[in-house]
């Protein structure tokens, strides 16, 4: 039960019996009954007793003193207290789903308690206080007592009606929906986008210092955009082989993703040191070629046979070379003569 609902019933409980209190127990209202010749042992004279003892007056009667005023609006002031209260703590207990017929008993119940403590204390201060009361403390107690718990049960349905009423105006307009467990309270927030130099901040970005500061809350990868890592250009799309134009710069295709490497960055192979080159062994003189001893010119090979000299061409362009070539070829190892 929420406290809205259980001051909604306080109200609406004294409301209707402070109505009725202001309209029919006044002192002007009162004192006509009293002069009139209405007779308070017939008919309904008894109940017209019981809701007199909710009266209140401004000045006191003929004879009487200003004490039985104060008596009076005190006793009156402490049942609409008694009541309101009675209200509120019992109202905690009802079902706010089911409510409406335990609001009308719960009004009830506080207005017959509220009129039997009322008729407590009025009848004790009476006492004291009036001389004309011809009676004992417990005759005018026990009395006054009696007779606030009948006015309480004989007009208690009024403050039921109206605690009812305000259980029902008492109710949210709208059901509270059930936020499923583990949603973010607090809206998710935008991603942190890098401000260009010389740009001003938005009006809705500048952080407020008055606000209190909320715990960031983690949203869902899902409702985050893409936001590319700062210091790495942003890959562009890979344009389609109709689009491409003549002459334009065709970036390269992504490589395979390279592993994340942790702890300290690999060392750089070291590559092998050179060996050391060995001397080249000397070089030899090279022997001296001795001379070749002279050969004796063959007269008879270089001089043409006259039979070779005219031989007829064959018709086979291939068959000119001299079959005998390789036997009259002769090395010259001789030195030229200079």
Do not use: K
């Not at 809701?51 to 609006?73: C, I």
């Not at 059901?175 to 949603?183: K, L």
């Not at 607090?186 to 009006?203: D, F, S």
């Not at 086979?316 to 030195?335: K, V």
Request: aromatic share 8%; hydrophobic share 40%; charged share 10%.
């Amino acid at each position: 039960m929420t406290m809205r609902r259980i001051f909604m019933m306080a109200g609406g409980a004294v409301l209707p019996v402070a109505v009725l209190t202001l309209l029919l127990n006044n002192q002007w209202v009162v004192d006509a009954i009293q002069e009139s010749d209405f007779q308070y042992d017939e008919g309904i004279g008894p109940l017209v007793i019981w809701a007199h003892s909710l009266a209140w007056r401004f000045s006191p009667q003929p004879g009487l003193e200003w004490s039985t005023v104060l008596v009076a609006d005190f006793s009156v002031v402490l049942f609409f207290v008694l009541l309101a209260l009675f209200v509120a703590g019992a109202g905690r207990i009802i079902d706010q789903n089911r409510g409406p017929l335990g609001a009308l008993v719960v009004g009830w119940w506080a207005a017959i308690v509220a009129g039997g403590v009322a008729g407590l204390v009025y009848g004790a201060l009476a006492h004291w206080t009036a001389d004309y009361i011809p009676s004992t403390l417990s005759q005018a107690v026990f009395t006054s007592i009696a007779r606030g718990a009948a006015a309480g049960f004989a007009f208690g349905w009024l403050p039921g009606l109206g605690a009812m009423g305000g259980f029902a105006f008492g109710r949210p307009r709208t059901p509270a929906t059930q936020q499923p467990y583990g949603a973010p309270q607090y809206p998710p927030q935008q991603p942190y986008a890098p401000r260009q130099h010389g740009v001003p901040m938005p009006q809705h970005q500048m952080p407020h210092p008055q606000q209190p500061q909320q715990p960031p809350m983690q949203p869902h990868p899902s409702a985050v955009p893409y936001v590319p890592p700062q210091g790495h250009p942003q890959q562009q799309p890979w344009p389609a082989p109709g689009q491409q134009q003549p002459g334009a710069h065709v970036p390269q295709q992504p490589g395979p993703p390279v592993p994340q490497q942790f702890g300290p960055p690999p060392a750089p192979p070291q590559q092998p040191a050179p060996a050391p080159q060995q001397p080249a062994p000397p070089q030899q003189p090279a022997p001296a070629q001795q001379p070749e001893a002279p050969r004796q010119p063959e007269a008879a090979a270089d001089t043409p046979e006259p039979a070779e000299a005219e031989q007829e061409p064959s018709a086979n362009p291939w068959d000119g070379d001299d079959p005998d070539l390789a036997d009259r070829t002769i090395i010259d190892r001789r030195r030229d003569e200079e």
